[in-house]
């Protein structure tokens, strides 16, 4: 079962991330942009995911992973205690890459994380 602290240890360790407290919650941001949440707007976690990987989630573990739309944009609620510490880094990481400046992105997976 992954809990905040799972995701506060991955996400920070990933370049440019900082946490945010707003509206409530825990914000996992690169700069401006906002890349995984909890508490807004609901007590759950938001995540900004690739939309292929999302659509396959969706389909395949609707138990654990929902959509949720803001405006054009389409997130990711997730179960976060019904996932594994090694599932929620997969998706912190992959939500990063969705925010971060692709030249950071490249350089940090060429490294091998």
Same mark, same amino acid.
């Given at each position: ?34 890349? /995984? ?5 609901? +007590? ?6 690739? *939309?292929?990987?999302?659509?396959? %989630? ?29 599932? /929620? ?5 992959? +939500? ?6 692709? *030249?950071?992105?490249?350089?940090? %997976?060429?490294?091998?994380?």
């Amino acid at each position: 079962m992954a809990t905040i602290d799972d995701i506060r240890r991955i996400a920070l360790a990933l370049p440019g991330a900082v946490e945010l407290q707003d509206h409530g919650g825990n914000w996992f941001n690169v700069g401006k942009k906002t890349f /995984v949440l909890y508490g807004f707007p609901s +007590a759950r976690w938001l995540f900004k995911l690739p *939309k292929p990987r999302q659509e396959l %989630l969706f389909e395949a573990r609707p138990d654990v992973f929902q959509p949720y739309r803001a405006g054009a944009m389409l997130w990711s609620y997730v179960d976060v205690a019904a996932l594994e510490p090694d599932e /929620v880094e997969s998706l912190v990481t992959d +939500a990063w890459t969705e925010v971060a400046p692709k *030249k950071i992105v490249r350089t940090h %997976l060429q490294q091998g994380r």
